[in-house]
């Protein structure tokens, strides 16, 4: 049985459609087993015979839309591929904190892979390289200043549309902690 990680975009905990209950109940109703959620910011995980990742994203999807109107963006990665991810510590030495994030941007298997990075797209961003096997972006913004999104973010966004979600280094550590159980 193959072991996987749904990162739902657009999430808000605070929509009584999009409670961590309600989201687990719709991967319950697909009939996966071991559903559970890591945080309450739409990381559910899941085991499933399925191996076709692109298509169990849109029948993800169809179902987050028909049963509780979320339209956001489903994107799947394997135990094994965030496993790997971690292995590779692309921030050694840096602590994901306040002023600090540490991020990881996921893309859909169906988005085209960047040629080349960007450049340095302002002060407050580091990009740290794109991991190719896990199709992830990895950056380390200053977030010290409240309510400004670094370019890197609004680059990302109009590059990949809705094909992306981002999160923390330490959610992505979370997540792979709750596939291993």
């Known amino acids: 049985m193959n072991r996987y990680a749904a990162l739902l975009r657009g999430i808000m905990p605070s929509n009584p459609n ?76 840096l602590t994901h904190g306040r002023g600090t994030y540490l991020i990881a941007t996921f893309l859909k298997d169906t988005a085209k892979a960047p040629g080349a990075l960007p450049a340095q797209p302002d002060p407050r961003t580091r990009i740290i390289g794109y991991d190719e096997a896990a199709r992830a972006f990895l950056a380390v913004i200053d977030n010290s200043e409240p309510g400004k999104t670094p370019d890197f973010m609004a680059w990302l966004d109009k590059t990949y549309g809705k094909d992306i979600t981002t999160r923390t280094w330490l959610t992505v550590e979370r997540i792979v902690k709750k596939l291993a159980a």
């Open 18 to 93: 999009m409670s961590n209950a309600k989201l687990r109940a719709v991967f319950e109703g697909l009939g996966f087993e071991g559903v559970a959620s890591v945080l309450a910011s739409g990381n559910i995980v899941f085991r499933g015979q399925d191996t076709d990742v692109p298509a169990l994203e849109d029948r993800i999807q169809q179902a987050l839309n028909q049963e509780l109107g979320i339209g956001g963006g489903t994107i799947i990665r394997s135990y094994e591929e965030l496993r790997a991810l971690l292995d590779t510590d692309p921030f050694p030495g």
